[in-house]
C-alpha cells in the first residue's frame, strides 16, 4: 500500500479544468506540504507546484495545488494538448522520515 | 543556473554494488543549504524516493532501502554518490539526481541515467 495514492489516470478535452487528487495521512500530507510534478515522456520531471499552493517562475497559473486534512489536489485549468504527461505528488513523512511520492497520475487530454 | 550530472556505469550485475556520482555546475551552483538527493524510476512505473544528504552530512533514506543504501557527499568536488549493495533485478532504473532547498521542492535535476542489473 502506498503512502500516497493517487489515480492511476484521468482525462478531459482541451479547455476543461481537471482535477488529481492524492491522499496521504496526517504524518505526510497532514502535517507538512505538498509537492506536484510533472513528466513528460523521456525527461525528469518538473516542479510545478511547490508548499502545496506556489507555483515556481515560469509555471503558468493555469496550475493550481491545494490541501484539505490529509489530502492535496492539483488543478490544471484550460486544458491544453501540452498539458498531456505524469503528474506526481510528494510529501515529507514524519513517521518515516522520508520523501514519498504518489504513484503517478498519467493524464490524457481527448 | 544549475546543472546536475549522473555518471557511472549501466550495467551492473545481480549481488554486486551500484554506485553512481552526480556533478553539481553552474554559476549559482552551491552545495551548502540544499538537500542533495537521489530518485529512481523503474521504466513504465512511477518515482521512489531513494534518500538525501546535507551539507552536515546528514543523511535520509527510504526505509525500504536502508540496509542497502550508502550516499556521500564531497563538497570540494561538488559531487555527491550513491551506492546500493546487494543489486538485483528490481533495481534496474533510471536514477536521477535533484536538488530540494526544503523537503520535496526538487527544482533541479540530472537528466537520469539507466542503471541495469543483469548478468
Known amino acids: 500500500q502506498s503512502v500516497l495514492t493517487q489515480p492511476p489516470s484521468a482525462s478531459g478535452t482541451p479547455g476543461q479544468r481537471v482535477i488529481v487528487s492524492c491522499s496521504g495521512s496526517s504524518s505526510n500530507i497532514g502535517g507538512n506540504n505538498v509537492y506536484w510534478f510533472q513528466q513528460l515522456p523521456g525527461t525528469a520531471p518538473k516542479l510545478l507546484i511547490y508548499?502545496?499552493?506556489k507555483r515556481p517562475s515560469g509555471v503558468p497559473d493555469r496550475f493550481s495545488g491545494s490541501k484539505s486534512g490529509t489530502s492535496a489536489s492539483l488543478a490544471i485549468s484550460g486544458l491544453r494538448s501540452e498539458d498531456e504527461a505524469d503528474y506526481y505528488c510528494a510529501a515529507w513523512d514524519d513517521s518515516l522520515s522520508g520523501v514519498f511520492f504518489g504513484g503517478g497520475t498519467k493524464l490524457t487530454v481527448l | 543556473q544549475v546543472q546536475l550530472q549522473e555518471s557511472g556505469p549501466g550495467l551492473v550485475k545481480p549481488s554486486q554494488t551500484l554506485s553512481l556520482t552526480c556533478t553539481v555546475s553552474g554559476d549559482s551552483s552551491t552545495i551548502g543549504g540544499f538537500y542533495w538527493t537521489w530518485i529512481r524510476q523503474p521504466a513504465g512505473k512511477g518515482l521512489e524516493w531513494i534518500g538525501r544528504?546535507?551539507?552536515?552530512?546528514?543523511?535520509n533514506y527510504n526505509p525500504s532501502l536502508k540496509s542497502r543504501v550508502t550516499i556521500s557527499l564531497d563538497a570540494s568536488k561538488k559531487q555527491f554518490s550513491l551506492r546500493l549493495d546487494s543489486v538485483t533485478a528490481a533495481d534496474t532504473a533510471v536514477y536521477y539526481c535533484a536538488r530540494a532547498e526544503y523537503s520535496c521542492d526538487y527544482d533541479y535535476w540530472g537528466q537520469g541515467t539507466l542503471v541495469t542489473v543483469s548478468s
Open positions: 508548499g502545496t499552493s
Open positions: 544528504i546535507y551539507i552536515s552530512g546528514s543523511t
